[in-house]
């Protein structure tokens, strides 16, 4: 069965033999190129069927190729290849970009087809992008040769194509056939010809020059055109002739010494500066690569340290000034001359009051229990307040300028002084760990020192508590001598006690008492507590510790102090008491501790009255016992009460004591009255200035001490 295309009219048709026949006369009647989207209007029939018979026709026929719509026969390559070789003929040269504009072709394409007829229809060269003749090709051989024999040093090749009109394409590869032929000597790098006589020149001048010096420096490398300057040190002297640092390369002869120097100084536990034996222009970043290169410190890391980039100190030789500095830290630790941080206690008093409060609602309970208080928990939470306080170490301890002082003094005085600064600051960081040392065991010794004066302020305040209550419940028994005895008692155990809860609030807050306060130690007075002899402040030290404590502890205190003048001792007691329950001092009001409170003062009169040699101080002391060991009275009093006590006791005495007692009394009385000594306040006060015949003491003492020493 035949095959008929008929036309788009429908009055013609055609054989697919026939079709291809006419569309292959097309392509030869357009030279041999067309687009076959116009063979289709030509022949009147339907573009697809006019495209699947190209594409068929172009199997078929090796010669037709189909580029960008175009249908290209091999006569139309041919045609393009004598034009491009006439042209080639006439200027020497042709870009193929130039020509794939030309012609609009492809690139890819149009070397393809230069390249398939090369030598045939096209003389000359094809590099793949540049067309050239072999009479350009030796005029630019020739013209590069010329130019690159005469140099004597390193020439860029760009420069020297433009001056000279050498194609860029081509003069590369003409140079590498004339350096690989031996016409020309030397070699390309980085777009500039380097001739071998220059190298060979640069080589010898770098070499010479670092055996003379022991070092080159990277910056004259590059004046002689080197562009990796370190690289170029490597490969020059590499192995064991030299060292590649940052800015220049040094000898391995220079190393040694170096070594060697570094050496000597640690023998001699010595400081020695390396920059002297080095090159100037060695930058701090080079010498530090110098020194870890020695094999003196690579070994002995735990005997040198490196000091301010350049010098080299023993380890041995720090640390003896560290030793040396401590050992002067304690010793003016020892003298008092170190000046401590001032304690959490010194805060503002406002501060305080808050964290009082703080603390008070954690501790109220324990308040409640009388006799106790909070003084268990007030004794715990201070120490525990005093070890944070030494623990924290002190700011600002150490300055640069004091340890380069030390420092100057205790280096040798051949040592370089700009060592100095240097060391200090590396040994600073150990010298304020040693400061911090020295400070804490100064701060929690003088901790310690404060808790223990506080502990006996507040067991002398207790103490005092029992005497005044004693003695108050006493004097109710002697109601002719209770005003004297609660006025004595208000000038001496009140105010006295009184005196010592603001010494023990004072020292909460400071580490220290204000000048014009002081706690008098224990010296055997009868009133006093086994460890303190009573508390003195002046009027200006208690305005002074006042105005330095919270207000509410200020408040409680000075209304005790008051209290202490215009209250009787019965409701000063009170008013001790509660006053000892808000400042958390522990007060023992039971029974037992009021038999053990009398025994106390029993021991004590009777020790007193044991050693005592003077006549109406004995008699004092006597009454006192007499009504302590007959009556169970403690009746702390001033002499002038002394009539009123052994009143008190004559019914428990034999007759003959008690007459006794009456006649001594009077004896005495006379004396002082004869003496005309001042008027009796205290016992220090009525002493006589002679002591009392032996016959009236060994009278006292028959009649009525045996009795209250048992």
Not at 548 to 572: H, Q, R, T, V
Not at 649 to 665: F, G, I, M, Y
């Amino acid at each position: 069965m035949v095959k008929f295309y008929f036309t788009e009219d429908g009055k013609e048709f055609v054989t697919p033999a026939q079709l291809l026949h006419e569309i292959n006369q097309e392509i030869l009647r357009n030279s041999g190129r067309i687009c076959y989207l116009d063979i289709a209007p030509l022949l009147r029939l339907q573009s697809n069927i006019v495209e699947a018979k190209v594409q068929e026709l172009v199997k078929k026929n090796p010669s037709l190729t189909i580029v960008n719509l175009d249908v290209v026969s091999g006569l139309y390559l041919d045609k393009i290849a004598r034009e491009i070789d006439q042209t080639l003929a006439g200027i020497g040269e042709l870009r193929l970009s130039s020509l794939s504009h030309r012609f609009d072709l492809p690139l890819n394409f149009l070397s393809d087809a230069i390249a398939k007829r090369m030598g045939r229809l096209i003389h000359g060269h094809f590099d793949g992008e540049m067309l050239f003749t072999e009479a350009f090709i030796a005029r630019q051989r020739a013209a590069v040769r010329g130019a690159l024999s005469g140099a004597t040093r390193p020439t860029p090749l760009a420069p020297l194509a433009q001056a000279h009109h050498l194609s860029e394409p081509l003069y590369g590869q003409l140079i590498d056939e004339l350096i690989a032929s031996g016409r020309l000597s030397g070699r390309v790098d980085n777009g500039q010809y380097w001739p071998d006589i220059f190298l060979q020149f640069r080589d010898a001048w770098a070499t010479s020059f670092f055996s003379q010096n022991d070092y080159i420096e990277y910056t004259m490398l590059e004046r002689l055109h080197v562009s990796n300057p370190r690289g170029f040190s490597e490969a020059l002297f590499s192995g064991d002739k030299g060292l590649a640092l940052t800015t220049c390369c040094i000898s391995a002869s220079l190393r040694d010494r170096v070594d060697t120097a570094i050496v000597e100084a640690l023998a001699e536990k010595s400081c020695v500066d390396i920059s002297s034996l080095l090159p100037p222009s060695l930058s701090a970043k080079d010498i530090t690569s110098l020194l870890r290169s020695c094999p003196s410190l690579r070994k002995g890391q735990d005997t040198a340290v490196v000091l301010g980039g350049r010098f080299v100190a023993s380890v041995e030789l720090l640390m003896g000034f560290v030793a040396s500095f401590e050992a002067g830290l304690k010793e003016r630790a020892a003298k008092g001359l170190i000046t401590l941080p001032s304690p959490q206690g010194t805060r503002p008093a406002k501060q305080q009051q808050k964290s009082k409060a703080k603390n008070g609602k954690k501790k109220g309970k324990s308040g409640k229990r009388r006799g106790k208080g909070r003084g268990a928990d007030s004794e715990d939470s201070d120490e525990a307040a005093g070890d944070g306080d030494s623990s924290s170490a002190p700011s600002g301890s150490l300055t640069a300028e004091e340890v380069e002082a030390a420092l100057t003094k205790f280096l040798p005085p051949d040592v370089d002084a700009d060592v100095v600064p240097a060391a200090a600051e590396h040994v600073l960081p150990q010298l304020e760990e040693a400061y911090a040392r020295v400070c804490v065991s100064l701060q929690q010794s003088r901790s310690d020192q404060t808790r223990e004066r506080r502990e006996r302020l507040q067991a002398h305040a207790a103490a005092l508590y029992l005497d005044i209550s004693l003695t108050a419940t006493a004097a109710d028994q002697l109601q002719e001598e209770k005003p004297i005895i609660e006025k004595y008692l208000q000038r001496t155990l009140c105010a006295d006690a009184a005196n010592a809860l603001l010494l023990d609030v004072a020292l909460r807050n400071a580490p220290e008492l204000p000048e014009g306060a002081a706690i008098v130690e224990a010296c055997g007075e009868v009133t006093s507590s086994d460890v303190v002899a009573r508390c003195d402040v002046t009027p200006a030290a208690r305005m002074a510790i006042l105005g330095g404590i919270p207000a509410e502890d200020a408040k409680l205190l000075k209304a005790l102090w008051e209290a202490s003048s215009k209250k009787s001792c019965a409701d000063f007691a009170e008013e001790l008491y509660n006053v000892c329950e808000a400042l958390q001092v522990r007060v023992r009001c039971d029974k037992k501790s009021e038999r053990e409170r009398l025994e106390h003062h029993r021991r004590a009169l009777a020790a007193a009255a044991t050693a005592e040699a003077s006549a109406p101080a004995l008699l004092h002391l006597t009454s006192m016992l007499l009504n302590l060991r007959l009556k169970g009275l403690l009746l702390l009093s001033p002499p002038r009460c002394v009539g009123g006590l052994l009143k008190n006791v004559e019914d428990d005495l034999p007759a003959e004591s008690a007459a006794t007692l009456r006649k001594l009394h009077g004896e005495v009385t006379a004396q002082l009255k004869a003496c005309r000594t001042p008027s009796p306040s205290s016992v220090s006060d009525t002493r006589p200035q002679q002591a009392p015949t032996p016959t009236v003491k060994q009278e006292l003492l028959d009649a009525t001490l045996q009795i209250a020493l048992q």
